[in-house]
């Protein structure tokens, strides 16, 4: 297993591996949400063979579990309604995403499917609180899966390395590129995870790689996007649909 996706080393889509050794590489955002239900289990399992990695949000429920999740509530999201972390674990668990069959999963149940799949599949668990890192890092140390931490808050990124001093981490910026260099350089942190417009706007990208970090951009929506920031020299996509990058496959129905 490997982080090789999220650290400048990851493998090249295969449709595109032939014209292009630097090709970046492709990390499903919330599991490719342009055309899977976010953040659960049926969108990572489906994005899994057209990506190199997946990103996922976690923060705490009702009862204290970290559930993959990326608003504070489930209106937009669910048939639910009401904060998340006043919601417990079971509850969400019967509660529908975007209208399908697919429910809200513990980080533990995404992990498990995950360790279940035929090959390797990284995962970046993007820490919306700082009061999920000590929880996502004791459901991690229960799976065989690679994981990469990343957050906007530097409490959060404290608050990992408190729990686990090793934790592979990446800083994500969205307005102010010498902010998220330095947290990086603050927080031991290999990657960095810049919003699209900072890289296609500022010199994020010369300037990460100057201090040895891998950058992934997000949110890439369509093959324009993906191609704008592969221009601009980044390690890797954080996109919400697999077919940005590999366009000899069909989308799935």
């Keep these: 297993m490997s982080l090789d996706p999220f650290l400048g080393a990851g493998r090249t889509t295969a449709s595109s591996a ?105 995962v970046n668990v993007e820490l919306k609180t700082s009061a999920v890192a000590s929880a996502a890092v004791d459901v991690r140390a229960e799976y065989e899966v690679d994981v990469i931490y990343s957050s906007f808050h530097d409490d959060a990124l404290r608050e990992l390395r408190r729990a686990d001093p090793d934790a592979p981490l990446a800083v994500l910026c969205g307005r102010d590129p010498d902010a998220g260099l330095d947290a990086a350089a603050a927080f031991d942190a290999p990657a960095i995870h810049p919003s699209m417009a900072l890289v296609l706007e500022t010199a994020v990208v010369r300037r990460a790689h100057d201090r040895g970090l891998a950058v992934n951009a997000w949110t890439a929506s369509t093959a324009a996007d993906a191609g704008r920031l592969a221009d601009a020299g980044v390690d890797g996509v954080i996109a919400d649909r697999w077919d940005v990058l590999d366009q000899g496959s069909e989308p799935d129905a």
């Design 18 to 122: 032939a014209s292009s050794s630097s090709t970046p590489s492709l990390v499903g955002h919330r599991g490719c949400a342009g055309q899977y239900p976010e953040n659960t289990v049926a969108a990572v399992t489906a994005a899994a063979t057209h990506v190199d990695a997946v990103e996922v949000d976690v923060r705490l429920c009702g009862t204290g579990e970290p559930v993959v999740f990326h608003d504070e509530t489930l209106d937009r999201v669910t048939d639910g309604s009401g904060r998340v972390d006043e919601v417990p674990l079971g509850r969400l668990g019967e509660l529908d995403v975007h209208g399908t069959d697919a429910s809200i999963p513990s980080l533990a149940e995404l992990l498990s499917a995950v360790s279940s799949l035929p090959t390797d599949l990284p």
